[in-house]
């Protein structure tokens, strides 16, 4: 894929994933202004539950998919693929929706209205069997793009139609879960009509656990703690404050989520290089990757610092005004962020260094848990906003001395040239070597 098709792919990805922005920028004041800051709270802990779900069910099977499909050379072999993970999807989401009937009752502001939270986990289980993976894969960007547009459109009415007051909340859920079922139906009829029925597999679900743990375990690690930093507060805090830190973080993630449509035309890509022995190339378009997501991460703390206090109150009201100091807080967490989404996503991922994002992934995990369990029960949402802060950090520390060790820093554009200067001041040699690539 030559530099302007990226670009142009790159370009319709970001136009569908306005849409997003544009529809969030409609719920969000609503919800804020309809449902009031208590029952706002509970709606972001149970969509912090169901993103938990959503991690455990995907059980790190997406990059794996991708980067397996990506490799495919027939529709048989395709077919094969898909078939596998249906047959994985399933079988977790039984797991998953236990863990997601335990997790409501354990939560003293779910357990009040516990529908809202079984809908949460029925929601994480249709997410994650979600075939964007496999679409990306194939390099059919546009499709998954086209899907969740209408998805969003079909919520978007069901939630302004249904939602008039704070008994309402449960409809939020309802409208999501309505809209995630018909996308769902739209995707499989789609893949279906192109690769064949799919053939369930339970036999391979095994073996495709074990290719996946090491994903799994870094995104357990930078992923499911993240998404359930709401459903934690839940238990170590008021209902107002759970509100004030959902809201930042709903902020927060949609910051995070705009690094999303990049990654699903650069992973592709650069497996796809690899795979063909194009090192070169995949080195190139690493470096655009690195680039494109280290300038938005310093960006985005920029924005998020002078605009907040601003933008937040003329959102959600002026009841809201607390979550301004809570983004604040959020805001130095892009720049890590970004960063580790360049190293995990277009430099290990591609090149099967699964096992150093697990080890990465679970190590941070424990700062970040560690941190909120110190910081939540006392600084409540400021507490648990700067323990996510800390976990970010300490995986970019993390990340960057593997970078270094693995000789693979040259892919971060000047960090040869910074190492070197780094090396001459403490006296090190001063020799650097090339970029170990598989």
């Known amino acids: 894929m030559d530099r302007r098709t990226s670009a142009n792919l790159i ?5 569908g ?8 920028m409609i719920v969000v004041p609503f919800y804020g202004r309809v449902l009031g800051v208590a029952e706002y709270g509970r709606v972001l802990a149970s969509m912090s539950l169901m993103n938990v779900i959503w991690m455990l069910v995907g059980f790190g099977f997406t990059f794996v998919g991708m980067r397996e499909v990506a490799k495919a050379q027939s529709t048989q072999e395709c077919n094969a693929i898909y078939s596998l993970h249906v047959s994985a999807r399933l079988t977790l989401a039984v797991i998953g929706a236990g863990i997601g009937i335990i997790a409501t009752f354990c939560s003293p502001l779910l357990s009040e209205r516990p529908l809202i939270g079984l809908l949460a986990t029925l929601l994480g289980i249709v997410s994650a069997c979600n075939l964007g993976w496999l679409f990306q894969g194939r390099q059919h960007i546009r499709t998954p793009i086209m899907i969740e547009v209408f998805g969003f459109a079909l919520s978007l009415v069901l939630v302004l139609t249904l939602v008039k007051g704070p008994n309402d909340a449960v409809w939020v859920l309802a409208s999501l879960l309505i809209a995630g079922i018909a ?7 789609l893949t279906t009509w192109q690769l ?3 053939r369930l597999a339970f036999a391979g679900v095994l073996p495709l656990v074990r290719r996946s743990t090491m994903l799994f375990c870094y995104s357990s690690g930078s992923v499911v703690l993240t998404a359930s930093s709401t459903y934690l507060l839940t238990l170590f805090s008021t209902p107002a404050e759970v509100g004030y830190f959902g809201a930042a973080e709903r902020f927060a993630t949609i910051g995070l989520s705009l690094m999303a449509p990049a990654a699903q035309v650069f992973i592709p890509t650069i497996t796809r290089q690899l795979a063909q022995g194009d090192k070169a190339g995949a080195h190139v378009t690493t470096r655009r990757g690195a680039i494109l997501l280290l300038g ?8 998020a610092l002078t605009l907040s206090p601003f933008v937040l109150p003329l959102i959600l009201g002026a009841a809201f005004e607390p979550s301004v100091h809570v983004l604040q807080v959020f805001a130095w967490m892009f720049p890590f962020a970004a960063f ?20 990465a992934g679970v190590a941070s995990a424990l700062v970040n848990l560690t941190a909120a369990l110190v910081l939540a029960p ?15 950090a300490a995986l970019s520390v993390t990340l960057l001395s593997v970078l270094i060790r693995l000789e693979l820093v040259g892919l971060l554009p000047g960090a040869e040239r910074a190492l070197e200067r780094v090396r001459v001041v403490c006296g090190l040699s001063t020799q650097a070597g090339g970029a170990k690539d598989d």
């Open 11 to 15: 370009v319709f990805v970001y136009a």
């Open 17 to 24: 994933y306005f849409m997003r922005y544009v529809y969030l």
């Open 183 to 189: 996308s769902l139906i739209i995707a499989y009829g």
């Open 196 to 198: 064949g029925w799919p």
């Open 296 to 303: 938005y991460g310093v960006l985005v703390l920029c924005g």
């Open 340 to 359: 580790n989404e360049f190293v995990a996503l277009y430099v290990f991922v591609p090149r099967r260094r699964d096992r150093v994002l697990a080890i």
């Open 378 to 392: 006392r600084f409540g949402a400021i507490g648990m906003a700067s323990a996510r802060v800390i976990g970010e």
